[in-house]
């Protein structure tokens, strides 16, 4: 089982977006009015977070950065060269994607006088019902094609952002130098030693054990406990053997 935690706001916020497409990707594919409904509510949950202004051109800059630090990789017979050429491609595809978005992402999004309408009243507990939203419930007994197509014509201007922010959360992954590690009495700490990490993974091979994590530029923490029915989590008391990954681009 795996488990991440980001040293900083910025993986923080693309984590977050990653999380949430994912659970949107897979409530529109279904085709359910029910699970229609759960896939915009979770798009209104995404473009929260898009508004940042500095998202973009976060993105855009490290996308950049990845460029140049791979293509110094061409023609290095250590290298497949194949491999190579499709991350720079699709990285560049990203880029350019991403700076052809016009104006503050989501926005045409918050244009859309209807959208914000059914956004006002989902953030309400119970307040979606028919009787707020009629138009909005002809809309939810529309066939799901039609569901389906209406909200990909709504996500669209939004795919080259989530394209980027999974190239960029790829290649952090990807950077990490993953070692074994054993939690004495379920609590483990390692100075960090002046090193700048992103975000540290940690995998255990036994599900009862979870970890709590937490960091500063000196040290990590990992404290595991284990969950006992409706109580809250108490800290393990035996050693937990896991396997640690620090990320850093």
Not at 71 to 81: L, S, V
Not at 104 to 121: C, I
Request: aromatic share 10%; glycine share 4%.
């Amino acid at each position: 089982m795996l488990y991440e935690y980001p040293f900083n706001e910025r993986v923080r916020t693309l984590l977050r977006l990653e999380d949430l497409w994912d659970k949107f990707s897979f409530f529109l594919a279904q085709e359910n009015a029910l699970q229609h409904h759960t896939a915009l509510v979770t798009l209104f949950e995404m473009l929260d977070i898009v508004g940042r202004a500095d998202l973009k051109s976060d993105l855009l800059q490290e996308l950049e950065r990845q460029r140049q630090v791979l293509a110094a990789f061409r023609n290095n017979p250590q290298i497949e060269e194949r491999v190579l050429e499709e991350i720079l491609t699709n990285i560049e595809q990203a880029a350019q994607g991403l700076s052809q978005s016009q104006g503050k992402t989501g926005q045409y999004l918050r244009d859309n006088e209807w959208l914000m309408s059914v956004r006002s009243r989902t953030i309400i507990p119970g307040g979606a019902c028919e009787f707020d939203l009629p138009s909005y419930h002809a809309w939810l007994q529309q066939s799901h094609d039609i569901r389906r197509q209406d909200i990909e014509r709504w996500v669209g201007p939004m795919q080259p952002l989530f394209d980027s922010i999974q190239i960029v959360l790829r290649l952090l992954r990807e950077s990490g130098h993953r070692s074994h590690q054993i939690a004495q009495q379920g609590s483990f700490q390692q100075m960090l030693g002046g090193k700048q990490y992103q975000m540290m993974q940690v995998r255990i091979a036994d599900p009862r054990f979870i970890p709590e994590m937490s960091a500063n530029k000196y040290m990590l923490w990992v404290r595991f406990t284990t969950q006992d029915g409706d109580l809250k989590p108490k800290p393990a008391e035996q050693d937990v053997p896991f396997d640690l990954t620090l990320c850093n681009f």
